[in-house]
């Protein structure tokens, strides 16, 4: 799969922008936490569970754009707090299959959504999972959350 950077719109018009609500943050926590045995699966599932939010109630799903060449996914935006702590989750989890945490995080970069400064948006907690362990999942322990 070829990952194309995108750049936010210089007239700062989005097609979606705004911050996740706390249930699709829980939506995504369960993404970020999920027994999942590969870095880039895991990263696939958190920008799904991302785009899936912010185009719920729009009349698209992220399963019809994701692959579509015309999906600009600097259209749409999350506050950076949100995106941070959602980044450095992820970047946990990959560090912890030992796997080339820069080619993954650049991956993630690119295709999660654009990211807009909102102080009065919090980062998001997120609660740490119980350590895996080989014994009981195919997946790297987990480290505590940022």
């Known amino acids: 799969m070829s990952i194309r950077f995108t ?5 700062g018009v ?3 922008r705004r ?21 880039r699966d895991l990263v696939d599932t958190v920008v799904a569970a991302v785009f899936t939010a912010l185009l719920a109630g729009t009349g698209d ?8 060449a015309a999906f ?4 749409y935006a999350v506050p950076i707090s ?3 702590g959602i980044c450095l989750v992820v970047t946990g ?20 959504p654009s990211a807009y400064d909102d102080p009065t948006v919090a980062t998001p907690h997120s609660p740490s999972p119980i350590a895996r ?7 790297p322990p987990v480290p505590p959350p940022p």
């Open 14 to 16: 989005y097609l979606v």
């Open 19 to 39: 911050p996740l609500t706390d249930t699709e943050l829980d939506t995504v926590r369960q993404a970020l936490h999920a027994d999942i045995a590969d870095p």
């Open 93 to 112: 989890r990959v560090a912890g299959w030992g796997a080339s945490t820069i080619a993954v995080e650049m991956d993630f970069a690119a295709l999660m």
């Open 82 to 84: 949100q995106w941070t």
């Open 7 to 11: 750049v936010p719109p210089n007239t």
């Open 72 to 75: 600009e996914r600097g259209l």
């Open 133 to 139: 362990t080989p014994s009981n999942s195919r997946s």
């Open 61 to 68: 799903t992220y399963a019809d754009l994701c692959c579509d």
